[in-house]
């Protein structure tokens, strides 16, 4: 994916006759499947998790201890057989000790500037892994001699010029996967960037079919979902999402998850009364940015549920400050409180040793859920380098204490 311009898989595995688990645990007769010649390796046994939300009463404070720390370089030994060089962003769906990484426009020739690279073949690519991840353990999902793409690009300047996961979740075994389309990539002439957002769900074949989509530069350019409840108990899915393309506040919605092909379902955050309970319209041209995210320029976010501390956390980068934040909540609506601010590719000191000479511009940042280390505080996400168009696996030491409102 362009960086001037900006820029499931596997439910049900057939190999050699015998099926592997899908990612939900549930039964493979009702779990969405790959396409025929669709496989992927080392699969692991996963075990079925649940978001609990908290109370808006309850406060809890989220500091970080250490990091970011550098992982691995996903793409240090790329799959070229396959066709890939590089790819970005990483956005996670993962459920009990599986994972799958979907990546952004997949290339076949690394960059080596800041005019990107090349040889893209118009789609995303797709790893999966257990959990907890090994940088030394991962496979490439593929679809024949190629890799698997679930989306694809036309490649079409005024049409589709790139189509890339933005976020995603599983519902009932079915993935439903958020993107961003982009219409136009910036150029010298013309630097803007338009897009929309897009909601593709998986097909019992295991193809994603689009569902949805929003206007241009509405507040669903990128869409970052996340389970949860309503302060009175009902099941939904929360989403942080942004508009215009990295020049966006950041806004909050809900919808229930019978209603998520629907976008007039949707439920878009107006503000908070006085109890710090959320306020909502139905009219998407209402939606207000989250208190104290008004002034932020913000593209791709990240959205989770961190069990072990009983927080949710949000991530994103704002190109305003060239910071990446990060938020933590007590329940899937906020208010959010801010944890940290930081650049992982440059430090006070100076650049880290894991940015290599001619390594530039850090973006993405997609928190990976269910992967929180043995004590439960371990963060993890998923990097971007557009020189030389690569994604990295980092890590985060976060602390916690809680305590009673004051």
């Given at each position: 994916m362009r960086y001037l311009g900006f820029l499931f898989i596997a439910l049900l595995i057939i190999l050699a006759g015998c099926v592997t688990p899908s990612p939900s645990g549930s039964n493979p007769a009702t779990t969405?499947?790959?396409?025929?010649?669709?496989?992927q390796q080392n699969s692991n046994n996963p075990k079925s998790t649940s978001n609990?939300?908290?109370?808006?009463?309850?406060?809890?404070q989220i500091s970080l201890a250490q990091g970011p720390i550098f992982e691995c370089n996903l793409f240090e030994n790329p799959p070229r057989s396959l066709g890939i060089a590089g790819a970005d962003l990483g956005v996670p769906i993962v459920e009990?000790?599986?994972?799958?990484?979907?990546?952004?426009?997949?290339?076949?020739?690394?960059?080596t500037s800041m005019a990107g690279p090349g040889g893209a073949a118009g789609g995303s690519s797709v790893i999966q892994s257990s959990i907890p991840f090994s940088c030394s353990r991962f496979s490439w999902v593929t679809s024949g001699a190629s890799y698997f793409q679930p989306?694809?690009?036309k490649r079409i300047a005024g049409v589709d010029e790139s189509t890339v996961?933005?976020?995603?979740?599983?519902?009932?075994?079915t993935i439903y996967l958020y993107a961003m389309r982009v219409t136009h990539w910036g150029t010298a002439s013309d630097p803007s960037v338009s897009g929309y957002g897009v909601l593709f769900r998986q097909e019992t074949d295991g193809s994603f079919t689009q569902t949805a989509n929003w206007g241009a530069d509405q507040v669903h350019v990128n869409t970052a979902p996340v389970l949860g409840a309503l302060p009175d108990g009902t099941p939904a899915v929360f989403m942080a999402?942004?508009?215009k393309y990295r020049d966006s506040p950041v806004y909050l919605a809900y919808v229930l998850p019978s209603g998520i092909g629907d976008p007039a379902q949707y439920h878009y955050l107006t503000g908070y009364g006085p109890d710090s309970f959320p306020h909502w319209t139905s009219d998407i041209s209402q939606a207000e940015p989250i208190p104290g995210f008004e002034d932020l320029r913000v593209g791709e976010l990240s959205l989770i549920?961190?069990?072990?501390?009983?927080?949710y956390l949000l991530f994103f980068k704002d190109y305003r400050q060239d910071l990446f934040l990060l938020y933590s909540a007590d329940a899937p609506y906020g208010p959010f409180t801010k944890v940290a601010g930081f650049d992982p590719c440059e430090t006070p000191t100076g650049r880290p040793s894991w940015m290599q000479t001619g390594w530039e511009a850090c973006y993405g940042g997609y928190l990976i859920p269910g992967d929180f280390g043995p004590d439960g505080h371990e963060l993890h996400f998923t990097l971007s380098v557009w020189v030389p168009y690569t994604t990295t696996m980092m890590k985060m030491e976060m602390n916690s204490a809680s305590g009673a409102p004051g």
């Amino acid at each position: 994916m362009r960086y001037l311009g900006f820029l499931f898989i596997a439910l049900l595995i057939i190999l050699a006759g015998c099926v592997t688990p899908s990612p939900s645990g549930s039964n493979p007769a009702t779990t969405p499947q790959l396409p025929p010649g669709q496989t992927q390796q080392n699969s692991n046994n996963p075990k079925s998790t649940s978001n609990q939300s908290s109370n808006p009463g309850q406060t809890s404070q989220i500091s970080l201890a250490q990091g970011p720390i550098f992982e691995c370089n996903l793409f240090e030994n790329p799959p070229r057989s396959l066709g890939i060089a590089g790819a970005d962003l990483g956005v996670p769906i993962v459920e009990g000790s599986s994972q799958w990484l979907i990546f952004g426009d997949t290339m076949g020739t690394s960059s080596t500037s800041m005019a990107g690279p090349g040889g893209a073949a118009g789609g995303s690519s797709v790893i999966q892994s257990s959990i907890p991840f090994s940088c030394s353990r991962f496979s490439w999902v593929t679809s024949g001699a190629s890799y698997f793409q679930p989306l694809t690009s036309k490649r079409i300047a005024g049409v589709d010029e790139s189509t890339v996961p933005a976020g995603a979740i599983t519902l009932d075994g079915t993935i439903y996967l958020y993107a961003m389309r982009v219409t136009h990539w910036g150029t010298a002439s013309d630097p803007s960037v338009s897009g929309y957002g897009v909601l593709f769900r998986q097909e019992t074949d295991g193809s994603f079919t689009q569902t949805a989509n929003w206007g241009a530069d509405q507040v669903h350019v990128n869409t970052a979902p996340v389970l949860g409840a309503l302060p009175d108990g009902t099941p939904a899915v929360f989403m942080a999402m942004s508009g215009k393309y990295r020049d966006s506040p950041v806004y909050l919605a809900y919808v229930l998850p019978s209603g998520i092909g629907d976008p007039a379902q949707y439920h878009y955050l107006t503000g908070y009364g006085p109890d710090s309970f959320p306020h909502w319209t139905s009219d998407i041209s209402q939606a207000e940015p989250i208190p104290g995210f008004e002034d932020l320029r913000v593209g791709e976010l990240s959205l989770i549920y961190d069990a072990p501390l009983s927080t949710y956390l949000l991530f994103f980068k704002d190109y305003r400050q060239d910071l990446f934040l990060l938020y933590s909540a007590d329940a899937p609506y906020g208010p959010f409180t801010k944890v940290a601010g930081f650049d992982p590719c440059e430090t006070p000191t100076g650049r880290p040793s894991w940015m290599q000479t001619g390594w530039e511009a850090c973006y993405g940042g997609y928190l990976i859920p269910g992967d929180f280390g043995p004590d439960g505080h371990e963060l993890h996400f998923t990097l971007s380098v557009w020189v030389p168009y690569t994604t990295t696996m980092m890590k985060m030491e976060m602390n916690s204490a809680s305590g009673a409102p004051g």
